[in-house]
């Protein structure tokens, strides 16, 4: 089974940017599509953005439309999360997590998770 491990995360200032990366290992990557999560203290387990398993389509969460990125490298067997314009209210542990099939928006299709990895966002 595949696994997944992020990097990437730091603190950074309003307006500044991080990318993300998550590397995979010990399964077909490229035949997985992943996601991208992100869970704030105190509050539930949020969707951000989703890349199919080709890297030709992409779904994001509406607060980070326009200012995120997933893309994916199946040479690599990364896949990335850019982030630009980053605000206080995006501060949260970042997992990347792979399913079968579909890419998805829904945290309970997916199979195998990262360990994440701490985004600080500060004002």
């Known amino acids: 089974q595949v696994q997944l491990v992020e990097s990437g995360g730091g603190l950074v200032q309003a307006g500044g940017s991080l990318r993300l990366s998550c590397a995979a290992s010990?399964?077909?990557?490229?035949?997985?599509?992943m996601g991208w999560f992100r869970q704030a203290p105190g509050k539930e387990r949020e969707f951000v953005a989703t890349?199919?398993?080709?890297?030709?389509?992409?779904m994001y969460t509406d607060s980070v439309k326009g200012r995120f990125t997933i893309s994916r490298d199946n040479v690599k067997n990364t896949v990335y999360l850019q982030m630009n314009s980053l605000k206080p209210e995006d501060t949260a542990v970042y997992h990347c997590a792979a399913k079968s099939g579909r890419y998805s928006s829904k945290s309970y299709e997916y199979d195998v998770w990262g360990q994440g990895t701490q985004v600080t966002v500060s004002s």
């Open positions: 890349i199919r398993w080709s890297g030709g389509s992409t």
């Open positions: 010990g399964g077909a990557f490229s035949s997985y599509a």
